[in-house]
């Protein structure tokens, strides 16, 4: 069984940046893509970026697309998130998410294994 485990949240103010990690237990011989995801209070939860372990392809909601980027060292195994340019609109607890199956900012029914998350504060 993968166990993930987020860190790097924070309070920051807009236009700062901040670095969230996601270590992994292992990274499974079959697993396919990890991922970030976010909720917001009363909303519902949302793909951040996802990214395939053969580095083949990345996807970005428009949201974050040119502010957030994300990489994952396998020899840690860590994924990480770089934030930059952040504002109060990027609130929220943020999720990591790992699956065998496909790479998708929208199907989280896919990803079998999850983190509990770190939270990000951008005040207003």
């Known amino acids: 069984q993968m166990h993930l485990a987020e860190s790097g949240g924070g309070l920051v103010q807009a236009g700062g940046s901040l670095r969230l990690s996601c270590t992994a237990s292992?990274?499974?011989?079959?697993?396919?893509?990890m991922s970030w995801f976010r909720q917001a209070p009363g909303k519902e939860r949302e793909g951040v970026t996802c990214?395939?372990?053969?580095?083949?392809?990345?996807y970005y909601a428009d949201s974050v697309e040119g502010r957030f980027t994300v990489s994952l060292d396998k020899v840690k195994p860590t994924l990480y998130l770089q934030m930059n340019s952040l504002n109060p609109e990027d609130t929220a607890m943020y999720y990591c998410?790992?699956?065998?199956?496909?790479?998708?900012?929208?199907?989280?029914?896919?990803?079998?294994?999850w983190g509990q998350g770190t939270q990000v504060i951008v005040p207003s």
């Open positions: 998410a790992a699956g065998t199956r496909i790479c998708s900012l929208w199907d989280q029914s896919r990803f079998e294994f």
């Open positions: 292992e990274l499974p011989g079959d697993l396919w893509a």
């Open positions: 990214m395939t372990l053969n580095g083949a392809s990345t």
